[in-house]
């Protein structure tokens, strides 16, 4: 990995990394906000603004908007997260700069018309529609809102109905003009690119562009157990049970990504292979973790028939007790850092992924390592750091759950407890 940074006058970052074989460009546009600096007001509000920036400018319509990128056979759309929103597009580069210029109309001058703020805000409620219709999306935002409750990662990205129908104008364009600007941005490339080139078409279109970089609300998290259940009479019954994690920048996360991966990271995880090859009890159980600037979360989730899920409940909390108890073995630590060996090395031939590393990094102030020292870092992990990272997570004595199925929140209370 070599990658040139280069910081323009205004506050604005480029990041490019090369990778001559390419033709394509991996270009995203990361804005330093997300849901977690919403007022409470501005429920959803990053993401509404997120859809409607595509609806242009005063000097671009929606229509010309998406016309520009099909005409140059470009992929093109944003994602909006916790701590930070990232308008992106993969195109080819002689058309670097017809993207450039796409962007950096709709970042720097959205035209906000009314008209559109309505038909979008509509999308954006069918949006919440689907999402509350997938029931295992409404499991893992009970989780997320239970294990982070009372702190400002418990905020849905999407928000809410009632947010989103009582946003006005003045609410969008505020946050806009609160949390867009030259500083609070990183414009990261990856693939056929030249970094002095990309910083002179970046300067070009965003050089006059103002904004000092944003704060943000960070503080520990006051974990404590908890379970939000959604009750429905659905054929699965979708359970997510975890916990306290480890932020970002916990050393701790080389260890927790290997353990992550023996326990519920692929086919031959304890997880998996417990539940759905030796009893059949799901077709879908894997673990995950969040990680954010001050706090973080792990999980497992399980789909099953309502009738197991007493029984699916109980083998996850088995197998977290036996790994705190007993650590893991040689042989899973080496198959584990084979696996992420591998995973590491194909995601860097990709530029999209190399694009995401560099500009969530940047922009969260992680390092920027290459494959190399990532690899380095994973061989360091030992066994007993495995252990430790286990018992201190797994073994907290804090858990949350959050599910939906045909039950209660009182039918699941006793697996609180820390088997």
Request: hydrophobic share 40%; proline share 3%.
């Amino acid at each position: 990995m070599h990658y040139e940074l280069t910081t323009l006058p205004n506050g604005l970052r480029v990041i490019t990394e090369r990778m001559p074989s390419m033709r394509s460009v991996a270009l995203g546009c990361w804005v330093d906000t997300g849901t977690r600096d919403e007022n409470g007001n501005e429920a959803g509000v990053s993401h509404f603004l997120e859809h409607l920036l595509f609806k242009g400018s005063e000097d671009l319509s929606a229509r010309e908007v998406s016309e520009t990128f099909d005409a140059i056979g470009a992929e093109s759309n944003a994602f909006t997260s916790k701590e930070a929103t990232c308008y992106w597009a993969r195109l080819l580069d002689q058309d670097l700069g017809t993207g450039l210029d796409v962007l950096a109309e709709i970042i720097q001058r959205p035209a906000f018309r009314p008209h559109e703020i309505e038909s979008e805000r509509q999308v954006v409620i069918e949006e919440i529609n689907m999402s509350d219709d997938d029931p295992s999306d409404v499991a893992h935002e009970n989780f997320s809102m239970q294990v982070f409750a009372g702190h400002s990662l418990e905020r849905p990205v999407l928000g809410t109905r009632d947010s989103i129908r009582a946003m006005t104008r003045d609410d969008i364009s505020g946050y806009w003009k609160r949390r867009y600007g030259a500083g609070s941005m990183v414009v990261a490339a990856a693939g056929s690119v030249h970094h002095d080139e990309v910083v002179g078409m970046i300067a070009e279109r965003f050089g006059d562009w103002g904004g000092d970089p944003v704060d943000h609300r960070h503080a520990p998290a006051d974990f404590t157990s908890g379970l939000r259940v959604t009750r429905r009479d659905t054929e699965q019954a979708h359970l997510i049970i975890g916990g306290p994690g480890l932020d970002r920048t916990d050393e701790r996360r080389w260890a927790f990504e290997i353990l992550n991966h023996i326990m519920g990271g692929g086919m031959s995880s304890r997880l998996f292979r417990e539940i759905r090859e030796e009893r059949g009890l799901a077709y879908a159980v894997y673990s995950f973790r969040f990680a954010y600037a001050d706090a973080g979360a792990w999980g497992v989730y399980v789909g099953t028939t309502p009738s197991q899920t007493d029984t699916s409940l109980e083998i996850v909390r088995e197998e977290l007790a036996k790994v705190v108890a007993d650590g893991i073995t040689e042989q899973e630590l080496e198959r584990a850092k084979g696996s992420m060996r591998g995973g590491i090395a194909l995601s860097m031939e990709d530029p999209n992924s190399r694009m995401i590393r560099l500009g969530r990094d940047e922009l969260s102030g992680m390092p920027h390592l290459s494959v190399d020292e990532r690899l380095a870092r994973l061989e360091a992990v030992t066994l007993a750091d495995v252990k430790a990272v286990a018992a201190d997570l797994y073994g907290s004595g804090v858990r949350t759950i959050g599910a939906v199925g045909p039950f209660d929140e009182s039918d699941l209370e006793r697996h609180l407890e820390v088997a």
